[in-house]
Structure formats: structure tokens, C-alpha cells
């Protein structure tokens, strides 16, 4: 086991990820943050709550949308589905998804198709807290990353929201 974030580096990459973003954004009215359930969410509660922060008088368009049933797996095995939360269009906006953890790819993969069922975007852009850069099954890149790691295939990378960390396995 290896601590890749500990509590201090972990705030400061919410803090710097969240900084990226608005340097990126033009208009935030044309911008909508969707966080990915399950283990997405934690992550992107934070940075938009840091985001709210830093721009205190802008309108925040901010949801959680479900994945369960647009994944390629859904067949092996039996999932319990999340909420998804997305109270306003997409429909021209600007889509910033984010996540955890990329690993294969196949997450954003469902989300992307996901998306389409709430409108036709304007452009998507990936936000992810830990890039695992080897063993992509699919040409999916992150847009803003907090950290990027060189892992092996029987390691796990997993967020501890309780000790507020990220660990290697």
C-alpha cells in the first residue's frame, strides 16, 4: 500500500483542479459541472463547492448523472442503480465531467452516452481527480487531471473520502 495523495496534497489539487476549470471557463452560464455516481460525486461535490467559493456571485449548473445502465458490463453481473440528478438542459452547453479515477475508459464511455439522453452538448470536457495512464481500453484523455500515476493492471487505486487520501493497492 502507498498514500499517492495524503490529506494536505489531496485539498491542494481540489483546490488547484478547481482553479484550471475557471481559468478555462469563459461564461459560466454556459457551463454545466456533472459529477459521475457513484465514486465520482465526492470528488466533484468538492470542487464545485470550491468553485461556488471562488466565484461567489455566479450560478453554478451542477448534477450527478447515473451510468449504471449505459456500461458495457451491465450483462456480467447484477448493479444497483444511483441517482441522477440533472435539472437543467445541456442542450449547446459546455459539459464538464467528472470523476475519480480513469482507469480503462469504459466509464466515460457510458457517461458519454449517457449525456445524450439530457441533449446535444456543445462540447465535454473530462475532469478527473487520479489519471491511472496505462491500460486504456479506450482513446479516452483527461482535460484537467490532478494526478497522474504509473500503475500495473493488479493494482487498485481507490479514494478515501473518511481519511481524505488516495492509495495505491
Same mark, same amino acid.
Given at each position: ?14 483546490? %488547484? $483542479? ?9 461564461? $459560466? ?9 457513484? #465514486? ?21 449548473? &451542477?448534477?450527478?448523472l447515473d451510468i449504471t445502465f449505459y456500461r458495457d ?23 464538464? *465531467?467528472?470523476?475519480?479515477?480513469? &482507469?480503462?475508459? #469504459?466509464?466515460? #464511455? ?5 449525456? !445524450?439522453?439530457?441533449? %446535444?452538448? !456543445? ?5 478527473? *481527480?487520479?489519471? #491511472?495512464?496505462?491500460? %486504456? ?17 493488479? !493494482? ?12 495505491l493497492y
Amino acid at each position: 500500500m502507498k498514500v499517492i495523495l495524503d490529506k494536505p496534497q489531496l485539498n491542494i489539487t481540489l483546490l %488547484r $483542479l478547481a482553479h484550471q476549470l475557471l481559468e478555462n471557463i469563459d461564461d $459560466l452560464e454556459q457551463v454545466v459541472f456533472i459529477g459521475l455516481q457513484p #465514486r465520482g460525486i465526492f470528488v466533484s461535490n468538492k470542487i464545485v463547492e470550491i468553485i461556488k467559493q471562488l466565484s461567489p456571485k455566479q450560478k453554478i449548473q &451542477y448534477g450527478i448523472l447515473d451510468i449504471t445502465f449505459y456500461r458495457d458490463d451491465v450483462r456480467d453481473e447484477l448493479h444497483n442503480a444511483s441517482k441522477t440528478d440533472i435539472p437543467f438542459t445541456i442542450e449547446g452547453k459546455k459539459v464538464i *465531467l467528472i470523476d475519480d479515477v480513469l &482507469y480503462t475508459g #469504459r466509464t466515460i #464511455r457510458a457517461a458519454l452516452d449517457a449525456l !445524450q439522453d439530457f441533449g %446535444r452538448s !456543445q462540447k465535454v470536457e473530462l475532469c478527473v *481527480l487520479v489519471d #491511472r495512464r496505462f491500460n %486504456r481500453e479506450l482513446p479516452i484523455q483527461p482535460d484537467y487531471c490532478g494526478k497522474a500515476i504509473d500503475s500495473i493492471i493488479s !493494482q487498485k487505486v481507490k479514494v478515501n473520502w473518511d481519511k481524505e487520501e488516495v492509495v495505491l493497492y
